[in-house]
């Protein structure tokens, strides 16, 4: 399959100079850095993959909205304006700003979940999972099969596993807090899910009465999926294949440092559950500050109110998701596996396919990660074992369902020629694949390791 790349659909007038390393400075550097990615200096890295979380290059409309941001306390013309575009493309009666996903887990959340409750989702990203887990409560993972099937091109591997999820909602009646929808699927390799997935599943909601919520971080990804991927929506707008996938839920979470195409930020909504609203409003007051600016500047809502709009234009997405698309044909074509067809925001590599010799405790994931610092100064980072940490009763390792080491691409951030070089770099290391060796774990802390561990290669 020929991919052809998709032109940028704007001009550079701002440019940030990279630096070369050496190889043997590459080598000096990551040694330094106890073989961890999170530890690298950013100036000593080439192409920087390792999230795209706030790393996105934003607009010269949105520079521009930073200096018309208004900075009073209360009552903000930059959140009124904000308040505009979300009224226009979510249809929430309460929208509120906060400083980023994370936060708006964190207001949220304590309101449905405490001890003996549970919550239920395609799939929890981590922070996502660790706020459920703070309020006492428990996060069940209910992803359809096809996920795991990396090789087979499935349209919607992001999907809610329906026979599961009638399941679970027989066997936890009455314990049910919440029921999470992450769009698009970030740890299964940000796959999307389909409108007729959420609709079984807000259907279902509604049947047992339990509020559904939108993990929203990718929700322009998700809306540009459906439209390529699901007939019935050919023809629809991408903003009003959002407002629909909005309209299916109740509440909504997002980290606006995602497809709203921003350095910091974040939301909260609730479409029409007035108490809930007045709830969420007086923790966001207590966590985050007054409620027109959430712990965020009156300029960050401005650049958001802009962000938001430029983040569901058609043409963006069709480049953003093109840039997935063509590294991943290049790859396919050298027959290097990942997850399959590409995700919104990043390519996930099959780690355990490229080095079946590297055990799941010896983190391929991982290895892979180095190696690709080493070969060309790219930064990714694993999604796999090394991530997944230990059994928290055995302490134990566990073996990740996925070994994979994750590309995300930052948005309007990197061109055709940085994409090229993955690939070369890639073919080099898939050619001395067998010689690449596994990780040992020298200190690690006792939760969320991947970010702090100091590694060690095994000889
Ligand atoms: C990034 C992300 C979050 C957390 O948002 P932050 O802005 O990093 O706090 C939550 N859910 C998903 C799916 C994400 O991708």
Same mark, same amino acid.
């Given at each position: 399959?020929?991919?052809?790349?998709?032109?940028?659909?704007?001009?550079?007038?701002?440019?940030?100079?990279?630096?070369?390393?050496?190889?043997?400075?590459?080598?000096?550097?990551?040694?330094?850095?106890?073989?961890?990615?999170?530890?690298?200096?950013?100036?000593? %890295?080439?192409?920087?993959?390792?999230?795209?979380?706030?790393?996105?290059?934003?607009?010269?409309?949105?520079?521009?909205?930073?200096?018309?941001?208004?900075?009073?306390?209360?009552?903000?013309?930059?959140?009124?304006? &904000?308040?505009?575009?979300?009224?226009?493309?979510?249809?929430?009666?309460?929208?509120?700003?906060?400083?980023?996903?994370?936060?708006?887990?964190?207001?949220?959340?304590?309101?449905?979940?405490?001890?003996?409750? %549970?919550?239920?989702?395609?799939?929890?990203?981590?922070?996502?999972?660790?706020?459920?887990?703070?309020?006492?409560?428990?996060?069940?993972?209910?992803?359809?099969?096809? @996920?795991?099937?990396? =090789?087979?091109?499935?349209?919607?591997?992001?999907?809610?596993?329906?026979?599961?999820?009638?399941?679970?909602? #027989?066997?936890?009646?009455?314990?049910?807090?919440?029921?999470?929808?992450?769009?698009?699927?970030?740890?299964?390799?940000?796959?999307?899910?389909?409108?007729?997935?959420?609709?079984?599943?807000?259907? &279902?909601?509604?049947? #047992?009465?339990?509020?559904?919520?939108?993990? @929203?971080?990718?929700? $322009?990804?998700?809306?540009?999926?459906?439209? =390529?991927?699901?007939?019935?929506?050919?023809?629809?707008?991408?903003?009003?294949?959002? #407002?629909?996938?909005?309209?299916?839920?109740?509440?909504?979470?997002?980290?606006?440092?995602?497809?709203? !195409?921003?350095?910091?930020?974040?939301?909260?909504?609730?479409?029409?559950?007035?108490?809930?609203?007045?709830?969420?409003?007086?923790?966001?007051?207590?966590?985050?500050?007054?409620?027109?600016?959430?712990?965020?500047?009156?300029?960050?809502?401005?650049?958001?109110?802009?962000?938001?709009?430029?983040?569901?234009?058609?043409?963006?997405?069709?480049?953003?998701?093109?840039?997935?698309?063509?590294?991943?044909?290049?790859?396919?074509?050298?027959?290097?596996?990942? =997850?399959?067809?590409?995700?919104?925001?990043?390519?996930?590599?099959?780690?355990?396919?490229?080095?079946?010799?590297?055990?799941?405790?010896?983190?391929?994931?991982?290895?892979? $990660?180095?190696?690709?610092?080493?070969?060309?100064?790219?930064?990714?980072?694993?999604?796999?074992?090394?991530?997944?940490?230990?059994?928290?009763?055995?302490?134990?390792?566990?073996?990740?369902?996925?070994?994979?080491?994750?590309?995300?691409?930052?948005?309007?951030?990197?061109?055709?020629?940085?994409?090229?070089?993955?690939?070369?770099?890639?073919?080099? !290391?898939?050619?001395?694949?067998?010689?690449?060796?596994?990780?040992?774990?020298?200190?690690?802390?006792?939760?969320?390791?991947?970010?702090?561990?100091?590694?060690?290669?095994?000889?």
């Amino acid at each position: 399959m020929a991919v052809k790349y998709v032109m940028e659909p704007f001009r550079i007038k701002m440019v940030e100079p990279i630096r070369i390393l050496t190889r043997e400075e590459r080598e000096a550097a990551i040694k330094e850095a106890n073989y961890n990615v999170f530890y690298l200096r950013s100036e000593d %890295v080439a192409i920087d993959l390792l999230t795209d979380s706030g790393t996105n290059a934003m607009s010269s409309e949105q520079w521009a909205g930073l200096m018309r941001g208004d900075e009073s306390y209360a009552g903000s013309s930059s959140f009124y304006k &904000l308040m505009e575009v979300t009224d226009r493309l979510f249809g929430y009666n309460y929208v509120q700003p906060v400083h980023q996903g994370r936060a708006a887990e964190k207001v949220l959340f304590p309101l449905l979940l405490k001890e003996g409750k %549970v919550a239920i989702s395609n799939m929890f990203f981590d922070t996502t999972r660790a706020h459920v887990e703070l309020t006492g409560g428990r996060a069940i993972d209910c992803v359809t099969p096809e @996920a795991r099937e990396v =090789q087979s091109k499935v349209p919607f591997k992001g999907n809610m596993d329906l026979p599961r999820f009638k399941e679970l909602l #027989h066997e936890y009646e009455g314990r049910i807090g919440v029921v999470v929808m992450t769009v698009t699927n970030n740890s299964a390799g940000g796959q999307p899910v389909s409108m007729a997935n959420l609709r079984e599943v807000s259907a &279902l909601c509604k049947e #047992h009465s339990l509020p559904l919520c939108l993990d @929203a971080a990718r929700f $322009a990804e998700n809306a540009y999926f459906i439209k =390529q991927r699901e007939e019935e929506f050919t023809d629809s707008s991408i903003e009003d294949i959002v #407002h629909e996938m909005f309209q299916l839920c109740d509440l909504f979470t997002m980290s606006a440092k995602k497809d709203a !195409i921003l350095n910091i930020g974040g939301l909260v909504g609730a479409k029409d559950n007035e108490e809930l609203a007045l709830k969420l409003k007086a923790n966001v007051i207590s966590f985050e500050g007054y409620s027109s600016y959430g712990g965020l500047a009156g300029r960050d809502l401005e650049a958001m109110a802009i962000g938001l709009l430029e983040g569901i234009d058609e043409q963006q997405l069709h480049y953003r998701i093109g840039q997935v698309e063509y590294l991943s044909a290049l790859l396919e074509k050298e027959g290097i596996a990942h =997850q399959s067809p590409a995700g919104g925001h990043g390519l996930f590599l099959d780690a355990k396919a490229l080095l079946p010799h590297i055990p799941y405790y010896e983190f391929p994931g991982q290895a892979l $990660a180095v190696e690709l610092y080493l070969e060309a100064g790219i930064r990714g980072c694993d999604i796999g074992s090394y991530m997944m940490g230990n059994d928290p009763d055995t302490l134990e390792q566990i073996e990740a369902e996925f070994e994979f080491t994750r590309l995300a691409i930052p948005r309007r951030v990197y061109t055709q020629a940085h994409l090229d070089l993955i690939v070369e770099a890639m073919k080099n !290391i898939r050619d001395r694949a067998a010689s690449i060796k596994g990780y040992r774990i020298i200190w690690e802390p006792p939760i969320l390791r991947h970010f702090q561990a100091h590694l060690e290669p095994l000889e």
